[in-house]
């Protein structure tokens, strides 16, 4: 028996693990941290290799150890770099995740516990922290058709080359999309389809807006004042180097979302077709919450309600990371420490 099992070993379960520590638990006997992946950095380690983030090192920090600095390309680091302080970050503290441990589900016990059923074994706890993420479940539009071609998701993307010569349609409108359509349209003609019209952040707005907006957030909730738009009031594409170069090119075009695939591609609304090789859907996640359904906590939306990180009808399970629903930012790196550190004083 343990006091908590965090489940989940990326940025938001070590934020928690860390917090847990200073509490004056101990790693590994009074809570364990259990990762289904076989190594650390938990999404990160899943990026293409080009991916950047969007916010400079001293605002991509966990709480207690700053990302070391990265200099070049105005400071925003590689995948790799974040995945490297991550690794070293766990190593730091001692908090002694346990990989290659998969949970397939949470119930509900004997003794006021919660049990946490693995691949490896089963835990009893007396809380239960829910940290997997969002990127194993990549999330495609349902359009009307079928494509013949080729599919990826974000998930899947490697490296531009991987597209050179072809015709690529991009869906979506976020950073990820914009940061592979600048590189693939290196190589390859392509067209990009976002909902609305895309809506790029200022040049000099990144990362770090991000950090004071949440931060005004945070202290809005706190006193129960209303809560803000976050950065979404702002825009949603920052402007990283490669993503300027590519508006330098002129291909930072979008067309509105066609209505149907066909074989060879798209449909558009006045029924004219387009043919593509391959469709990159960069449209986004969903929470992995698959382990927690015998719980039956979920509401019709696919979430579970909370109230800050608690879940409403299951007072011992806490949920951190997903996306805003469960803290301003709590799904990013400069987010996660403020909401480990509310979720374990409210543990
Ligand atoms: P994850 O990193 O996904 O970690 C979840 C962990 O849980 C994984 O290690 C997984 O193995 C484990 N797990 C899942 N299910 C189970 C299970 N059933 N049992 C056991 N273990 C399980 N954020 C920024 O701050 N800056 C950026 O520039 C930025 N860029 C991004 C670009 C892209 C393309 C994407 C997709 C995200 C980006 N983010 C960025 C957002 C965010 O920082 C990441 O998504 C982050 O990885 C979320 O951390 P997490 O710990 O919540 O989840």
Redesign the pocket.
Known sequence: MVQVVV????????ATGFYLRRSGLVPGKDFVI????TQP????AQ?WPT?????PTQY?SLPGWMMPPWTGDAGYPLASHVVDYLTRYEQRYGLDVRRS????SVTRGRHGLLQVH?TRGDWEAEAVVS??????RPFVPAYPGSFAGRRVH?AGYRRASDFAGQRVLIVGGG??AAQILAEVSQVAATTWITLRPPRFLPDDVD?RALFEIATRRHRARQVGEPDSAGVAGLGDIVMVDSVREARDRDVLHARWPFTQLVDHGVRWDDGSESSFDTIIWCTG?RP?L??LTALGLRGPDGRIPTDGTQAIKEQRLHL???GDWTGPA???????GRTARDLVAAL
């Open positions: 489940i989940g070993g990326g940025q938001a379960g070590l259990l990762d289904a992946a950095g938990g999404a990160w990026l991916l950047r983030t969007f916010s991509s441990v998969s949970v397939q693995s940290a997997t993420g969002t990127w194993s974000t950073n990820s990362g996640f992995a698959g382990h951190i990371g997903y709590s799904a990013t790196l400069i987010g996660a």
